[in-house]
């Protein structure tokens, strides 16, 4: 029998002699470490010694046997499927023998070892594995009980799936009433386990235990006051699951519930009050929110408000009693990575906002991301936030009382957040507060100077909160004071400061766009010097907002004195920056937009700028084939840096135009894009199209050789499922059209039936429902014999998605494809000649060419069904559209 294995003393004695080394702090000495667990691991007995420490080596100290067992866990994670029968076998047994040791530590690794070898697929092969842990926690032995329960907790956890299905005889049927037996144990760890255990199969609607849903609800009232706060939390927990999945079985208690909910919203124990707190945010996205609430606001509105103070632990940990830290270097720990948007092309509506709001809701509560991610503070901001979306106005009866109270408090605490709380209901309550702002936003851009850090900062994220109000304001009264106090924050002596100040900014850029332009050089002026005083992570944030001033200014930017103050800077960064460093992901999306604004300003920086980029990405296209061809050595490259690339490229062609010919022609750009097209990341293809469709704008003599290689590709990337790969492709495709004129006939077949298919798909995002109209107009004007015959099938979306969209040189060229379409094919728009009329009338100020073409067409169709049929038709239409009709085209 294998469980006759010894351990040899000598090489007992070296693998203590490492263990004892992993755990020194000095990192050379962790590298050797590794090196030789690597080499050990050659040994198939090498696990039976590690094991072996972990339950059989008692002499030993705790922490030395736990990671004895976690070493041993990253092995079976890493290798287990080349374990010995024999060695598996022996560490299975002596898992299952050591579940309750005395030691809460080791009972804990031996826990997560046996999960560790069940997610491996073993729970197929390890049949007695849960029988036996569920027979165990009958155990009167404390510890075997509650060791027993931890490892079904993590099995719980990791393998809810596999325990739910049909590959393990469903163990639920038997486990989840066992589980709620323990409810009621006097032991509160084994309570709690016995909640957590049940809580993994709430989300998923789990057959065994739907069936139990009754006794499991009326289990978790029974330890509604439990006086053990792990209890509580998963009781808490508990409730704001069968909330999003069993509501119906709440409602009878619903009064109850909020009432029990205010109550753990002030917990004693934060742990406590913050899961009660995820109830509020879960319960406003359910319909019935409003009707079961309403009763109980005038309690919560108190309860969230005072949750919004800082703890003492946050001061703490925001170093909030230091108020001057500029000079102090980042931590590189503290920094978050980017994560770069890729380019997606959108049409421009009426009314002026661009496409981009569809997911764009980056302004959400996360004033202090570096404390300990998601607290009480947070938690009840996003709370109020979300209700204040569904309450409105009736949210401020509530709150205005309180909030007179706390924005004029003396003491910072309370201020500050009550600061926070005028900035979390602003998206909902806007209309109400619409009276009080002109006294609040004064008051506000005062506290823009108060003397604690921490009241500067958050003033700064709720006023960009109300940036949209202040923007519709006359500039004199509100904007120009808020900017001048803004810049003034962005050069704070505080990092925290700087940081909520910047981004700030860059919300106001974005409402006020042009109304800038007369600050532009003291704006530039700000942005500049604080190149020279700012820290790594607030560098990052500087760029983010050079940009959005870029994209909010666009040509304006394009005057001499403001290229020379901000091109300096910009390309002495470009210049330390290595490749390899993640530093240039948001230094080039700054300078992407940098480009598109200064147009032929940007001339003169471009080619250096073009060259590196094409660099990028050829050195991560390498990187990439040697990852493929040889894994063991090299690791995957991070794409990212040729996706931030191929933007800032496309940034170049869009704002250079013509001018970015001569680079191309000296590069091998179109090489390195035909290999980014086939690429098997999306957001690589995303990118790689829309530097297609931007350089065949600019520059179409170097594409048309690649044409035939390009547009297969093209088609096969016709794919709705990856919404802005689809939206690019299809968006070069009908740039490639407009060049190719009629040689784009042999490229219609491979795209057409995608393009028709998507237009009438239902759900299709309006972005790509614009571009994809506007590429089939453009592919109907060039190859007019190949398109119109599938009129019918396309007219009406085609006409519905571009009635909204701004004249511009898109619409145009994709209604003369529709004109000329209805030409050769006049049947197919004759049962949907409502929509086109429509269509029609949604052009301000139609070139007058194409104005001509509608009017044949119109008149056409009138003369054809003669004038008794027309009045009849056109009495149909809705009053403003017949007007318009009437006056532009006088039928």
């Known amino acids: 029998m294998e469980c006759q294995w010894k351990p040899d003393e000598q090489g007992l004695q070296q693998i203590l002699q490492l263990l004892k080394e992993s755990q020194s702090p000095d990192t050379s000495t962790q590298r050797s470490v590794q090196q030789k667990l690597e080499q050990l691991n050659?040994?198939?007995?090498?696990?039976?010694?590690?094991?072996?420490?972990?339950?059989?080596?008692?002499?030993?100290?705790?922490?030395?046997?736990?990671?004895?067992?976690?070493?041993?866990?990253?092995?079976?994670?890493?290798?287990?499927?080349?374990?010995?029968?024999?060695?598996?076998?022996?560490?299975?047994?002596?898992?299952?023998?050591?579940?309750?040791?005395?030691?809460?530590?080791?009972?804990?690794?031996?826990?997560?070892?046996?999960?560790?070898?069940?997610?491996?697929g073993e729970l197929q092969n390890w049949p007695e594995l849960l029988p036996k842990l569920c027979s165990l926690l009958d155990s009167e032995d404390y510890n075997t009980c509650e060791g027993a329960f931890g490892a079904l907790q993590k099995i719980c956890e990791d393998s809810a799936e596999i325990l739910d299905s049909d590959m393990l005889d469903r163990p639920l049927n038997v486990m989840i009433p066992k589980f709620l037996q323990f409810f009621k144990h006097n032991s509160p760890k084994i309570r709690s386990h016995a909640i957590a255990c049940v809580n993994q199969f709430i989300i998923s609607r789990t057959q065994a235990l739907m069936l139990h849903i009754d006794p499991f609800i009326e289990n978790l009232f029974a330890l509604a006051g439990d006086e053990e706060p792990e209890v509580r939390k998963n009781v808490c927990r508990a409730l704001v699951m069968l909330l999003e999945v069993r509501l119906d079985r709440l409602l009878p208690q619903m009064h109850n519930i909020i009432e029990y909910m205010l109550q753990r919203t002030q917990d004693q124990d934060e742990n406590v009050a913050l899961e009660a707190c995820e109830f509020w945010l879960t319960l406003a996205e359910q319909p019935v929110c409003k009707e079961v609430l309403c009763g109980h606001l005038h309690k919560l509105t108190p309860v969230l408000v005072n949750g919004m103070k800082y703890s003492e632990i946050d001061i703490i940990l925001l170093k909030g009693d230091v108020e001057e830290d500029e000079a102090i270097p980042d931590n590189e720990q503290d920094i978050r990575p980017r994560f770069h948007r890729s380019r997606t092309v959108a049409q421009q509506h009426e009314g002026g906002d661009s496409i981009e709001d569809e997911e764009d809701d980056e302004d959400d509560l996360d004033d202090d991301e570096t404390i300990s991610d998601w607290n009480l503070r947070k938690c009840s901001a996003a709370a109020l936030d979300v209700l204040a979306n569904v309450f409105r106005d009736d949210l401020l009866l509530h709150i205005l009382p309180l909030l007179k109270e706390l924005l004029f408090h003396p003491e910072w605490l309370i201020k500050e957040s009550g600061i926070l709380v005028l900035g979390a209901i602003a998206e909902g309550c806007m209309q109400g507060m619409i009276a009080y702002l002109p006294e609040l936003i004064p008051h506000l851009v005062q506290c823009l100077s108060d003397k604690k850090a921490l009241v500067r900062s958050i003033t700064c994220w709720t006023l960009s909160r109300y940036a949209h109000w202040v923007v519709s304001q006359p500039p004199d009264t509100y904007l120009k004071p808020l900017m001048t106090e803004l810049l003034k924050r962005i050069l704070d002596s505080n990092k925290r400061v700087q940081e909520a100040a910047c981004s700030a900014f860059a919300t106001l850029e974005e409402e006020a766009c042009t109304e800038l332009v007369p600050y532009l050089a003291y704006i530039l002026d700000t942005l500049v010097f604080a190149f020279s005083k700012y820290q790594h992570k607030n560098l990052l944030i500087l760029y983010d907002a050079i940009g959005t001033l870029a994209d909010s200014v666009g040509h304006h930017l394009n005057k001499p004195e403001y290229i020379q103050m901000l091109m300096p800077p910009l390309i002495q960064k470009w210049n330390q920056l290595k490749d390899e460093d993640k530093d240039l992901f948001p230094l080039l999306e700054c300078l992407s937009s940098v480009a598109t604004a200064l147009q032929s300003g940007f001339l003169p920086y471009c080619e250096p700028v073009y060259q590196r980029c094409v660099n990028l990405v050829q050195k991560t296209l390498a990187h990439a084939v040697l990852h493929q061809t040889q894994p063991e050595f090299y690791e995957a490259p991070d794409k990212d840096f040729m996706i931030v690339a191929l933007d800032l490229l496309s940034g170049l062609a869009e704002g250079l135009g013509g001018n970015i010919e001569q680079l191309v022609a000296r590069s091998n750009i179109l090489t390195l894009m035909y290999q980014c097209m086939q690429d098997k990341m999306p957001e690589v293809r995303q990118s790689s199209f829309a530097l297609l469709g931007d350089l065949t704008k600019a520059c179409f003599q170097h594409v048309k050789p690649c044409i035939a290689n390009f547009m297969p590709i093209l088609g096969t990337?016709?794919?709705?499922?990856?919404?802005?790969?689809?939206?690019?492709?299809?968006?070069?495709?009908?740039?490639?059209?407009?060049?190719?004129?009629?040689?784009?006939?042999?490229?219609?077949?491979?795209?057409?039936q995608q393009l028709v298919e998507i237009i009438n798909r239902p759900n299709t995002p309006k972005t790509l429902l614009e571009n994809t109209a506007i590429t089939i107009g453009r592919l109907g004007y060039v190859c007019p014999q190949e398109v119109a015959p599938m009129l019918q099938q396309f007219i009406r979306p085609w006409c519905t998605s571009l009635r909204n969209i701004r004249d511009n040189e898109e619409k145009d060229s994709a209604f003369r494809g529709i004109c000329t379409m209805i030409t050769v094919n006049p049947g197919g728009v004759v049962q949907d000649f409502i929509f086109f009329c429509d269509a029609v009338a949604s052009w301000m100020n139609p070139k007058d060419d194409l104005r001509e073409m509608f009017y044949k067409i119109l008149h056409g169709f009138k003369n054809q069904v003669g004038d008794e049929n027309w009045r009849r038709f056109s009495d149909q239409f809705p009053l403003p559209l017949k007007e318009r009709l009437a006056a532009f085209y006088g039928v």
Not at 739 to 752: A, I, K, N, T
């Open 42 to 120: 050659q040994y198939p007995d090498f696990n039976n010694y590690l094991i072996f420490v972990l339950t059989k080596l008692k002499t030993e100290d705790e922490p030395t046997r736990s990671l004895s067992g976690l070493i041993l866990k990253n092995n079976v994670k890493a290798h287990y499927q080349n374990f010995p029968n024999g060695v598996s076998d022996f560490i299975k047994n002596e898992c299952l023998q050591n579940i309750g040791d005395s030691s809460p530590l080791i009972r804990a690794t031996v826990g997560i070892l046996i999960t560790t070898i069940a997610s491996k």
């Open 717 to 752: 990337n016709l794919n709705p499922e990856l919404i802005s790969v689809c939206n690019n492709a299809t968006w070069a495709i009908g740039e490639i059209s407009i060049q190719m004129g009629s040689e784009m006939q042999p490229y219609v077949p491979m795209v057409l």
